[in-house]
């Protein structure tokens, strides 16, 4: 099925959401008068432009350290609700377990009505019913208020993940009574995956009733997810087949779309020189009408303002610009960049080393086109010389690649499942050889 007529039979059956009829931006529109925006939503009284908040700026703490910029963070909460965005995605683990006071002392300065407060049980290291249920109080406590609007069980893999941490351990039927009694409004989980795991997950569906379900997609992952997670055409469209509304997570894969190698970027600008790289990216999923939010991680005003531009009267693509992307990802595909987003769910590693500031400086080095390929290259001496000195710069040294022992502990918590040891090892042997002139 071609892209046009799977989002005919999907707008079908999203009719059956109570989705409400086009606007010329192809989607229901939320104004707000005190910014006189105009929010992009499918759903009534909810902004498709969602706050991710596992990315709030950080600042030094004058002890070699960072901690979370509150004074930011309230004013990007603050811009954001007024002009229009009102719901808000934490966890318990997020930056270092200081993510939930972060965003509530930020949320709570306004009015309980003009937020939605999504947050998880992350119950990853202590499953048993007591730790869950302290837990899921404590999320309660912490953003002041006697109900969660979206609550996520998180980072599921499938069926034998969840009847560990939820099912066997009696806190599942807890989380039923919560959603029944009106402390939870809405119940459902975020998948990290293979297929077989988001089939055990939907056979649970006439059991559990999800409300809705957090999955990565954009146009990349729509068909090259990598490694054993699973197509987003695939999750997205088996969702829609069961009316539950999608929330979306890494529209621009953690930072890779936003900024392209430069013959993707420049592809985009030529066509759209006033829109930003990652405006496609986020336009692209505007046109999917099952979408309740879409989460982007906004850590400074300017990502804010202008995913406000874009979502604010958004404007959809149309075929030709789709395929112009799916195109550009099947070259991806074939790209020699690590799939990082930068979750930092590997963190902190055992032995010092910072794993997606590593992968970072690779990824933008490839990116930018200073990645050193071989000595026969012009102006060798120079590119390595600038190449080495941005590597210690990006990365302290008692930091870097070659501090990796293998323990394989990062590997065991990335959603992405990359072989994390592997790919800091390559990485490793590839600065040796080039301080060597090995290339």
Same mark, same amino acid.
Not at 39 to 46: F, H
Not at 215 to 221: C, V
């Given at each position: ?15 059956? !959401?109570?989705?409400?009829? *086009? ?29 991710? *908040? ?5 600042? #030094? ?8 910029? @509150?004074? @930011? ?27 939930? &006071? ?10 309980? #009505? ?38 996520? !069980? ?23 009574? &919560?959603? &029944? ?24 569906? #006439? ?27 695939? !999750? ?86 789709? &395929? ?12 020699? !960049?690590?799939?990082?987003?930068? *979750? ?55 930091? @870097? ?8 502990? *990062? ?16 990485? #490793? ?6 301080? @060597?002139?090995?290339?």
């Amino acid at each position: 099925m071609d892209r046009r007529h799977f989002l005919e039979t999907v707008a079908g059956a999203a009719a059956g !959401l109570g989705l409400a009829a *086009c606007t010329n931006s192809g989607v229901r529109s939320n104004a707000d008068s005190e910014s006189g925006r105009s929010m992009a939503s499918n759903y009534p009284g909810i902004g498709l432009l969602g706050y991710g *908040c596992m990315r709030w700026p950080l600042k #030094d703490d004058g002890n070699g350290g960072k901690v979370i910029d @509150q004074d @930011q963070v309230n004013r990007l909460v603050d811009e954001a609700i007024r002009s229009g965005v009102n719901y808000f995605d934490s966890a318990p683990i997020y930056l270092g377990g200081n993510c939930e &006071e972060a965003t509530s002392i930020a949320l709570n300065r306004h009015p309980r #009505d003009k937020w939605l407060l999504a947050t998880k049980l992350s119950n990853f290291n202590a499953w048993d019913y007591e730790s869950s249920l302290k837990m899921y109080r404590h999320s309660l406590e912490v953003f002041r208020t006697d109900h969660i609007d979206y609550y996520l !069980l998180h980072a599921l893999s499938g069926g034998e993940d969840f009847e560990k941490r939820f099912g066997s351990t009696g806190i599942m039927d807890f989380l039923l009574a &919560e959603r &029944e009694a009106g402390h939870i409004r809405n119940l459902g989980f975020s998948f990290h995956g293979d297929q077989s795991g988001f089939d055990e997950m939907m056979a649970l569906h #006439d059991k559990y009733h999800w409300d809705f379900v957090q999955i990565q997609m954009n146009y990349l992952d729509w068909e090259y997810p990598g490694a054993k997670n699973t197509k987003a055409s695939y !999750l997205y469209a088996e969702l829609v087949a069961r009316n539950i509304p999608v929330v979306i997570m890494e529209p621009i894969r953690g930072g890779a779309l936003a900024s392209l190698p430069k013959h993707f970027a420049l592809r985009l600008k030529e066509k759209e020189p006033d829109r930003s790289v990652a405006s496609w990216a986020f336009r692209y999923l505007g046109g999917f009408p099952a979408i309740l939010t879409v989460l982007s991680g906004m850590s400074e005003m300017a990502h804010l303002k202008d995913n406000l531009d874009t979502f604010c009267n958004l404007k959809t693509l149309d075929d030709s610009e789709v &395929e112009m992307l799916y195109e550009m990802a099947a070259e991806m595909d074939s790209h020699p !960049l690590i799939r990082c987003t930068g *979750c930092r769910y590997c963190m902190p590693c055992p032995y010092g080393i910072d794993i997606p500031g590593i992968f970072a400086f690779y990824n933008n080095s490839v990116n930018e086109g200073s990645y050193v390929t071989s000595q026969e290259q012009k102006n060798y001496a120079r590119a390595k010389k600038r190449y080495l000195l941005a590597y210690d710069k990006a990365v302290q040294s008692s930091s @870097q690649a070659d501090h990796c022992i293998s323990c394989g502990k *990062c590997v065991k918590a990335c959603p992405q499942h990359i072989s994390i040891p592997r790919e800091l090892r390559k990485i #490793d042997v590839y600065i040796e050889d080039l301080k @060597q002139d090995r290339l």
